[in-house]
């Protein structure tokens, strides 16, 4: 069978909903959503934000449902506390609640603080459903705290049994949540399912995509990945620039295991879509699975076909028409209670969309370009790097660009935990050959981790899977280096800049990262 029949055998489409969610998200109506909670209750989520609380839903000013629960939710840069602009989640079922919210047990309700458009999760799923794959679906809502007016937030349907049976023809597999920046050889959360309650299902796929043999790593996840699907979702993913996901950053997903078939991914935290208009599709991926895609050239070429094939729909133009009614619902509903808000809103609305528009000629251009070769080195001559993405491992690390001194910094702080694991990664294909990788680092205050086994102390210049030579902690401005080898004839490494520090915060110059190849080598 070729692989474009697979494709047609394996992509299945969603059924229509029986339960009135369909009409719901189709006809986009904004609801007011009250949701009142009791001050033993409102305690408790200052004290456990991720555990459920009982509260009352009210929906245009008149009692919907009780027996639900509510949670906190969130992660780095979203979450936010009870007595903030919080994320939560719903389930109205959570304490024998007996009534569905336009045929949604669990559902959303996302904050939006890091897309003020409010569009990205809904143009994130959209795309992916526009190409029958699983997503879930978006709507917005007014949102009231007890008496405080929360203002307008992203309504989002959740991962359960009820959005399983929309795409799959059984929904008792075992569904994984990846949390945060893990990948799938770590003990995930097991959201639900009657599969294997060890996890080995999911260990499988690991021990797979940890094998040093690539032709012995293929034959062992073909028959656990369902490829097809899963280079689709690669495809979307980073042609929507969503960094967050887990083809560059093995975070904001869930993983699927379809009784008697293959695991699916399932795309999740797309508010920050499109920030990157020029983002490479044709770069090596670090994670494991979309990492041993991309290196077998038979499944890299389906995922180039995908590639052309999802084009038309980044058009401009063709995504306007699509969002064009729920910008107008979201602005109505906007003016109604904060005008200012309404109108920056509209602004992020438009600077969205010539991102849209950019990302559409950038990826014209690179649906035709040849595969990627290794970099290129003149003798003794460095080279400068780029294109860094930013990468966390905790929740409240602060990773930012600044200007200052005439110069571009990456910036990342330690967050009030007291445990930060940050920084930025770069893919680069290399030739056989000895490198050396160096920038320019400040630090301030910085203090190290008491972890023994990590792979550095303080702020360190590394690549992925290797510990770094130098550490830099406490006050201090240097060069950082680090020199490395790559055996093979060629090879992806990971190119690393973090700070592991339990204090302080560290900077690096732009434009002093480099990496050269040493004479000899």
Sequence with gaps: MTL???????????????????????????????????????????????????????????????????????AAGSFQGWDERPALTLKLDKFDGKELFHGLEKFHLNNSVQDESFLCEWLGSELFRGQNYPAARVQHALVELNDRKMGLYVLKEGFDKRFLARWFEKTDGNLYD??????????????????????????????????????????????????????????????????????????????YFVPGGKAVFLPHGMDQLFGDPWGTVLDMPAPLVSS?????????KLYRKELKELLPSFDQRTLLRKVDPVQDRIQDALRRHDKELAQAQADRFRELFERVGERHRHLAEEVKAPEP????????????????????????????????????????????????????????????????????VKTEKVEALSEEDAPAKGAAVRI??????????????????????????????????????????????????????????
Aim: with cysteine; charged share 30%.
């Design 178 to 255: 990846g949390g945060f920046c893990q990948d799938v050889d770590v003990e995930l959360e097991l959201d639900s399912g009657k599969g294997p309650q060890d996890r080995s299902d999911l260990a499988l796929i690991a021990q797979a995509c940890h094998n040093p043999d690539l032709v012995q790593r293929w034959s062992a996840l073909e028959p656990l990945m369902d490829l097809p699907r899963l280079t689709r979702f690669m495809a979307l993913e980073l042609m929507l620039v969503h960094w967050d996901g887990y083809t560059t950053n093995s975070n904001n997903y869930r993983l």
């Design 464 to 521: 992925s899977g290797e510990s770094a030579g130098r550490d830099l902690l406490g006050s201090a401005t240097k060069i950082l280096s680090f020199e490395f080898e790559v055996a093979e004839e060629a090879r992806d490494v990971e190119l690393v800049i973090e700070l592991r520090a339990s204090r302080g915060d560290a900077q690096v110059r732009m434009d002093s990262i480099q990496l050269t190849r040493l004479l000899g080598g």
């Design 373 to 440: 070769k290794p970099l290129q080195f003149k003798p003794g001559i460095a080279v400068k790097l780029r294109n860094w993405r930013p990468h966390s491992e905790v929740e409240d690390a602060s990773i930012e660009e600044v200007s200052q001194d005439r110069a571009q910094w990456m910036v990342v702080r330690t967050g009030a935990s007291g445990r930060c694991i940050a920084g930025w990664r770069r893919g680069v294909l290399l030739e056989r050959g000895k490198y050396k990788f160096e920038a320019l």
């Design 292 to 300: 041993s895609v991309m290196k077998k050239p038979e499944w890299r």
């Design 4 to 74: 474009a029949l697979l494709a047609c055998v394996a992509l299945t489409f969603q059924k229509p909903s029986k339960d009135g969610s369909d009409e719901f998200f189709a006809k986009g109506e904004i609801h007011t959503l009250r949701l009142s909670l009791s001050e033993e209750a409102q305690a408790a989520l200052r004290e456990s934000p991720r555990e459920y609380v009982p509260f009352e839903l009210w929906v245009d000013g008149k009692l919907f449902a009780s027996g639900g629960g509510l949670k906190l939710k969130g």
